[in-house]
């Protein structure tokens, strides 16, 4: 089966600029997540989808980053105004969630860096 | 709420060595467990997974025993190669709301 794909691999912008990722989940898995990892970091959760409907964006710093997953299907995750704080990978992230396939599965992630 | 909480490194070895990362979570209920592996610029991969307690996690010669009871996972592997290197991130998935929580990551360098 084909894996989760982002786009774009790598972003450069200019603090205060916006910015915008890109994901296409494995077909069929409701569940979506969108996860920043910081350098030398673990996975920090931003946002959960399941099918269309949020279930957990309390970690989403909503003044500036929004996330949509329209139609149960791609998402998109904008950041606006980026500020330097922001560099980092955005990971994308979709499962199942049924019993015995409990993993995530993960894209290969977006680099953004804000100088 | 949910957290792990991994071994700090980087940890270096020499092949053939043998490997431990500890990991120890805190979590209500019974949460999925699971250990992931990221090569340089790419994204996570699942190395193994245990769903429920004393269940063992096994996968390309690594091992990991979901231990309830002392609340660990810990990840290891008999005779590490050079292709080990890499970072390792311990996790937990919630089984109410799905929610996935990870360990900081442990550095991983096997020299020849």
């Known amino acids: 089966e084909a894996g989760v794909a982002q786009s774009p691999r790598y972003k450069i912008i200019e603090k205060r600029q916006s910015v915008a990722f890109w994901c296409n989940p494995i077909?069929?898995?409701?569940?979506l997540y969108w996860y920043q990892q910081i350098l030398g970091q673990g996975p920090k959760l931003l946002i959960q989808f399941q099918n269309n409907g949020v279930v957990d964006d309390s970690q989403l710093p909503k003044d500036r980053f929004s996330a949509e997953r329209l139609k149960g299907v791609d998402s998109t995750l904008k950041i606006q105004p980026a500020k330097l704080e922001d560099s980092a990978v955005y990971l994308c992230?979709?499962?199942?969630?049924?019993?015995?396939?409990?993993?995530?599965?993960f894209g290969q992630g977006t680099r953004l860096t804000v100088v | 709420g949910d957290s792990v909480t991994q071994m700090e490194g980087p940890v270096t070895l020499s092949e053939e060595a043998f490997l431990t990362i500890n990991c120890t979570y805190t979590a209500t209920g019974y949460p999925s467990l699971f250990w992931y592996v990221q090569y340089p610029g790419e994204g996570l991969q699942l190395l193994l997974k245990a769903t429920k307690a004393d269940d063992k996690g096994s996968n390309k010669g690594f091992e990991a025993t979901y231990r309830k009871e002392t609340t660990s996972f810990h990840l290891e592997k008999g005779s590490v190669q050079v292709s080990d290197s890499a970072v390792y991130f311990c996790a937990l998935k919630t089984n109410t709301g799905n929610q996935f929580y990870f360990g900081t990551g442990t550095s991983l360098t096997v020299i020849p």
């Open positions: 077909s069929g898995h409701a569940t």
């Open positions: 992230a979709s499962s199942l969630a049924y019993r015995g396939r409990v993993e995530a599965f």
